[in-house]
């Protein structure tokens, strides 16, 4: 599912140099896989999952997904794969805030040039826990409901590939559980692979496997 070799990206900084944030040599996740990334803030992994889907562009070095060469893809492109092939979870989630909580799963298949599939989204509303809060607005909705909204929007148009940065991060420790727990099903019986980013240490014991990310290195 995920084939990266060489990949390196890089920002300027104040004094005219550039820092490396991402330097992977290689790096291999089959389909199915559920992987953790740990490592505090500012170590590489948000970069990763961007990289991963396509947002960010590395200056050097091989990047598949899917079976896909992004860096041959042009912008479009890639939007066009990542709308079709791979759902995230951001940190904050990122509702739409005129929109309903099930709106906002229906704007999952839109955003990949599908028709909006209402049995669908209310299918993953009725898997989250939610479905009784439909025609809610994102602001009527707790942090816990509104990250449960969030995973059912990146569920919604069946990705190979769930990118999670940070999902649990402003959740309290039960509704952090269920959040994991659903996203864990509903993969195992799409067989969709997840990378999720965290630096909870306790979080990352679920996965099936977790990588130490420091200072843009995978650490043994």
């Known amino acids: 599912m995920i084939h990266l070799e060489n990949v390196r990206v890089s920002f300027p900084n ?4 550039r ?3 991402l330097d992977l040599p290689k790096w291999d996740v089959s389909a199915g896989r559920r992987i953790a990334l740990r490592g505090p803030s ?16 590395p200056e050097s070095g091989l990047v598949q997904v899917a079976g896909v060469k992004l860096s041959a893809l042009s912008e479009v492109e890639r939007d066009r794969f990542r709308a079709q092939n791979v759902g995230f979870v951001f940190q904050a989630f990122h509702l739409l805030d005129c929109y309903t909580a099930l709106e906002n799963i229906e704007l999952g298949a839109a955003f990949s040039g599908e028709l909006p599939d209402r049995e669908r989204a209310e299918f ?3 898997s989250v826990g939610l479905i009784d809060h439909a025609k809610f607005f994102p602001r009527q ?3 816990g409901q509104q ?14 590939l769930l990118l999670a940065d940070e999902p649990t991060g402003s959740l309290d420790i039960d509704s952090g559980k269920r959040v994991l727990d659903i996203l864990f099903q509903t993969a ?8 999720c980013a965290t630096h909870d240490l306790a979080l990352a014991t679920h996965f099936d496997a977790s990588v130490s990310v420091s200072a843009g290195r995978f650490q043994p």
């Open 42 to 57: 500012g170590s590489g992994k948000s970069t990763l999952l961007n990289v991963l889907a396509g947002l960010l562009v």
């Open 188 to 195: 195992e019986q799409e067989n969709i692979t997840i990378v």
């Open 19 to 21: 820092s490396v944030v």
């Open 147 to 160: 990250a449960r909204v969030a995973l059912a929007r990146a569920l919604a148009t069946r990705p190979k």
């Open 141 to 143: 909705l707790s942090t």
């Open 124 to 126: 993953l509303l009725k």
């Open 14 to 17: 104040p004094g005219g140099k």
